[in-house]
């Protein structure tokens, strides 16, 4: 699957939605496992989350009109009609082997590519080229070309420690509600932001627009 997607455009949909119905058909279609479009559900009170990790996706909804979900829930237990999309985490297994920290199932790359942000504007500073309007993403995008496009970011963190056993760098423009972590041996130990600019994107999250 080529065609690009605008991933932000899926914010606020309940489950049953025609549209996140058709993009979960639509990724499926690109996997050869049958069960594809059916996810891990991970409930909560204050959270339910979709794990497709065929996919390479996962949604965070959250429950509205005062519905809360009991831990441990079934798919078919939950009242999906009070559940909207409040996050969503893409994932790029070409920066290196992602695992879930809830379980043993392992995340495929995402197959729809590029993967498209759109951008807040931004007043142009004098001798800088304007803010393009959206960042396409793929597979092999670093640091770098992250932050020449979007500028730096708001927050950031990561990458100390030893390189066994850090954390990747994350970055975070809070303004365009979109996270970054990168993977690699680029991503992680005391100089990994000096490296940082050549890992590529390990997952992206999408969350509601909020200010600096």
Do not use: H
Request: glycine content about 8%; hydrophobic content about 35%; some cysteine.
């Amino acid at each position: 699957m080529s065609d690009s997607l605008e991933i932000k455009t899926f914010l606020g949909l309940k489950p049953s939605s025609t549209k996140l119905t058709e993009l979960i058909t639509a990724l499926a279609a690109s996997t050869s496992k049958s069960d594809a479009t059916v996810p891990e559900v991970k409930s909560y009170p204050d959270a339910v989350y979709f794990n497709y990790y065929a996919l390479g996706l996962s949604l965070l909804f959250k429950p509205i009109n005062g519905y809360k979900p009991k831990t441990g829930l079934k798919l078919d237990d939950l009242n999906t009609s009070d559940l909207v999309v409040d996050g969503i985490d893409i994932y790029n297994t070409s920066a290196n082997s992602i695992s879930s920290s809830k379980s043993k199932a392992t995340y495929s790359t995402f197959p729809i590519s590029p993967l498209v942000l759109s951008l807040v504007p931004l007043p142009v500073e004098e001798g800088k080229n304007p803010r393009p309007a959206q960042f396409e993403v793929k597979p092999e995008t670093t640091g770098k070309e992250f932050v020449e496009c979007m500028g730096e970011p708001a927050r950031k963190g990561g990458g100390a420690g030893p390189s066994s056993g850090s954390i990747g760098i994350w970055c975070e423009w809070s303004r365009d509600g979109v996270m970054v972590e990168f993977g690699g041996e680029e991503s992680r130990g005391p100089q990994a932001w000096e490296r940082g600019k050549d890992a590529k994107w390990k997952i992206i999250t999408i969350f509601p627009l909020k200010d600096d």
